[in-house]
């Protein structure tokens, strides 16, 4: 339906940012009939995934990844490269219609009596909403280390590292262990560098897939239990597929990943490879950087080390497209993928999980039953672990239903208060 501002004339929405977030909110907008308009800065969409360094992939499988209502291609891989992603963005904003007006940055917006008053590069224009899509770490951080001015080689954010091909032979450090940290040293290693990766916070760190499903869809089925409990049932399916990280020289976090999601709105550390790196010798590890001299670091308890380059990664402003991103991440599993396969598939994965991890603490089984598939058979044998197997996979089914139908009942009134307004 067509909603109409109070003053007679069609509704309209202001979307600032033409990525991920605001192309989803122009299609379901679209799909409703509701007009509206979608400002972006850049020249393209998904503008800044174009900047992205080449080697990146997603870290979320394409089943949960897409946006609504257009599925990735099926001979995408289960997790899409960069190219891929934003050949996916070009080609959901063609099937939609989108047309985002690009070249316009938008520098102000204010109240008034009819909604918003939108202030672009261009122009100016009216409207009833406006929803900000502008992405959750969009803007570079760069903090400054004492000496750092005097460094001789290139240094240089990781919003601006594209490939290793210029670092062969080099050795490189890398400030700081997240996402794009931690596979911007293998994509070094790969060019022939010697990266090595300074860390000054304990993390947590979770492998890309477990048991030969995304981490997500395992971690699923602890979305019906507190953080914390959650945290406590994954640990030891956890420590069997990362290891001891503390024998890297690394610190654990006092808390687990999804506390840490809660508590400072941060995506833990998710292992394509950088782990495995460390223990075979091709990437090292050192302390937080205290200061820099002309040609080498100091790191914290006064280890000194030379290096030919630096590279900051993990440092970008938080700003407030994280609520776009939830909403479109939320949507995009209830419009594109059927909910009862996901709940049950989710579920079951978490059970195995919880319950292997349970089996090792005690003694029921080791790791090479995992690589066997004897698994299945040990469950089977012990009524204990199979029921405990079942009961873990019913309350997750239970648990993510009602969770399902609480958001459902949400976003239900929510709309029927909007077109009541």
């Known amino acids: 339906m067509l909603l109409e501002a109070s003053y007679g004339m069609p509704e309209q929405v202001a979307i600032v940012g033409a990525g991920p977030a605001g192309l989803a909110v122009a299609a379901c907008l679209k799909r409703r009939g509701v007009p509206a308009i979608v400002l972006e800065s850049g020249g393209q969409v998904g503008a800044v995934w174009h900047q992205h360094y080449d080697r990146l992939h997603l870290h979320t499988a394409k089943g949960g990844s897409s946006l609504p209502g257009l599925d990735f291609p099926s001979d995408y891989p289960r997790f899409p490269s960069r190219e891929q992603f934003i050949a996916y963005l070009e080609g959901y904003a063609r099937h939609f219609g989108i047309q985002p007006a690009f070249g316009e940055q938008v520098t102000r917006i204010a109240p008034n009596a009819a909604g918003w008053h939108v202030t672009t590069?261009?122009?100016?224009?009216?409207?009833?909403?406006?929803?900000?899509?502008?992405?959750?770490?969009?803007?570079?951080?760069?903090?400054?280390?004492?000496?750092?001015?005097?460094?001789?080689?290139?240094?240089?954010?990781?919003?601006?590292?594209?490939?290793?091909?210029?670092?062969?032979?080099?050795?490189?450090?890398?400030?700081?262990?997240?996402?794009?940290?931690?596979?911007?040293?293998?994509?070094?290693?790969?060019?022939?560098?010697?990266?090595?990766?300074?860390?000054?916070?304990?993390?947590?760190?979770?492998?890309?897939?477990?048991?030969g499903l995304p981490i997500l869809a395992v971690a699923a089925l602890f979305r019906a239990f507190p953080p914390r409990v959650a945290d406590v049932l994954a640990a030891p399916a956890l420590a069997l597929a990362i290891g001891d990280i503390t024998r890297l020289g690394l610190r654990r976090r006092p808390y687990g990943p999804l506390e840490q999601v809660k508590r400072d709105g941060r995506v833990p550390l998710i292992d394509v490879g950088t782990l495995a790196l460390v223990r075979e010798g091709k990437a090292k590890i050192a302390p937080g950087v205290e200061r820099f001299t002309e040609t080498s670091a100091v790191f914290e308890g006064g280890a000194t080390e030379p290096f030919d380059a630096v590279v900051l990664a993990g440092m970008l402003a938080v700003l407030v497209g994280l609520v776009v991103g939830a909403i479109v991440g939320i949507a995009s599993i209830f419009l594109n993928m059927p909910m009862i396969m996901l709940v049950v598939l989710s579920s079951i994965a978490g059970a195995v999980a919880v319950t292997g991890g349970l089996m090792l603490v005690f003694g029921s089984l080791n790791t090479a039953d995992f690589t066997r598939g004897d698994f299945v058979d040990k469950v089977n044998n012990n009524w204990f672990w199979y029921l405990l197997l079942l009961v873990l996979i019913v309350i997750g089914i239970f648990g993510q239903m009602r969770q399902r139908i609480v958001m459902n009942r949400s976003i239900r009134d929510y709309w029927y208060a909007e077109a009541a307004s």
């Open 121 to 211: 590069s261009r122009r100016e224009l009216p409207a009833r909403h406006v929803v900000i899509a502008t992405g959750y770490t969009r803007l570079p951080l760069e903090p400054r280390w004492p000496g750092l001015e005097r460094f001789r080689g290139p240094v240089l954010h990781s919003s601006r590292y594209r490939n290793g091909a210029s670092y062969q032979g080099k050795r490189v450090l890398i400030v700081g262990l997240g996402n794009s940290g931690g596979e911007i040293a293998i994509d070094l290693h790969e060019h022939g560098a010697q990266p090595t990766i300074a860390v000054r916070s304990p993390v947590n760190v979770i492998p890309r897939e477990l048991l």
